[in-house]
């Protein structure tokens, strides 16, 4: 039997990374709904799909609306869910 290569453990180190991962952001039974979770949640299952989010410290109440209103369409979200998403945002401003 041939030793299994980094390239293998690499591969199954990332694969049990992501079934870890998913199975502690959604739960694989829980099906609670989108208008249920927090600004939060909503943040963290979005805005990394496609990019490393700044820190939330790195804009000023002002700016986190414009990026707001341009990531939602993008990230297709609810008026609500780029509320709650801002507000969590902002809410480092205030701290
Ligand atoms: C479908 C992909 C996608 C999703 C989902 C997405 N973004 Fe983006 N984001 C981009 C792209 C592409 C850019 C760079 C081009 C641009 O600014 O339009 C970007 C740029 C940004 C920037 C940089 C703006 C700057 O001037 O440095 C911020 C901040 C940001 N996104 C926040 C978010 C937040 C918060 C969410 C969740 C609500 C989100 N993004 C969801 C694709 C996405």
Redesign the pocket.
């Known amino acids: 039997m041939k030793m299994p290569s980094v390239k293998d453990i690499i591969a199954l180190t990332l694969i049990c990374t992501v079934i870890a991962g998913a199975g502690s952001v959604t739960g694989c039974k829980e099906s609670k709904k989108i208008a249920d979770k927090s600004g939060a949640q909503?943040?963290s299952e979005?805005?990394?799909?496609?990019?490393n989010?700044?820190a939330p410290k790195?804009?000023n109440d002002e700016?986190?609306k414009t990026?707001?209103m341009?990531?939602?369409t993008?990230?297709?979200?609810t008026d609500n869910?780029?509320d709650k998403?801002?507000d969590f945002?902002q809410s480092f401003n205030h701290l």
């Open positions: 909503l943040w979005n805005c990394q799909r496609c990019h989010t700044p790195t804009f700016h986190w990026v707001g341009h990531m939602q993008r990230a297709l979200l869910e780029r998403i801002v945002l």
